[in-house]
């Protein structure tokens, strides 16, 4: 399973980013894929996460209404569209395989640095 995160960037506070998570090697049909990102010296926290069954999503609390998680089988592929970007924010972005409750992930790859400042 190889997962490549793409997408970040600098954008400023109130910003829009769409990051995409591509696998290689392997069919993302059958598998649930989400989002965790990690800011320097805080913990991994996990962002978002979509299944393959029925397209049911789950997000962390505090991003709900501010980020949509979609998926399309056909380019193998899964997106995390972010709005309204806080300083916050700034992390590095993984894409992994998931499953929930409770979040968690398995399988990720290198990540995309958002970085949220004016």
């Known amino acids: 399973v190889q997962l490549q995160a793409s997408g970040g960037g600098l954008v400023q506070p109130g910003g829009s980013l769409r990051l995409s998570c591509a696998a290689s090697?392997?069919?993302?049909?059958?598998?649930?894929i989400g989002w965790f990102r990690q800011a320097p010296g805080k913990e991994r926290e996990g962002v978002s996460c979509?299944?393959?069954?029925?397209?049911?999503?789950y997000y962390l609390d505090s991003l709900k209404g501010r980020v949509t998680i979609s998926r399309d089988n056909a380019k193998n592929t899964v997106y995390l569209q972010m709005n309204s970007l806080k300083p916050e924010d700034t992390a590095v972005y993984h894409c992994?395989?998931?499953?929930?409750?409770?979040?968690?992930?398995?399988?990720w790859g290198q990540g995309t640095q958002v970085t949220v400042s004016s």
């Open positions: 992994a395989t998931c499953s929930f409750p409770p979040l968690l992930f398995a399988s």
């Open positions: 090697g392997f069919t993302l049909d059958y598998y649930a």
């Open positions: 979509i299944s393959t069954v029925d397209g049911s999503t």
